[in-house]
């Protein structure tokens, strides 16, 4: 069973990404589109890991790193 921080936690995952996403189309990301793809990649797969993977709940390592 997920608690309400571990959902809070996936959705501020969620709301991470889209904010990089909209700073991604912005002007003067030009310079900086690796770096935002490579963080929108990184938080997508935490995201994905924190909200389906089952043993998260029971690993406290995870929510930290």
Do not use: H, N
Not at 18 to 47: C, E, N, R, S, Y
């Amino acid at each position: 069973m997920r608690t309400f921080a571990m959902v809070v936690v996936g959705v501020a995952y969620a709301v991470i990404t889209a904010v990089f996403l909209v700073l991604a189309t912005q002007p003067f990301a030009a310079d900086f589109m690796a770096v935002i793809i490579g963080f929108v990649i990184l938080v997508v797969i935490k995201g994905l890991a924190s909200v389906a993977w089952p043993g998260a709940r029971t690993r406290p390592w995870f929510w930290v790193a």
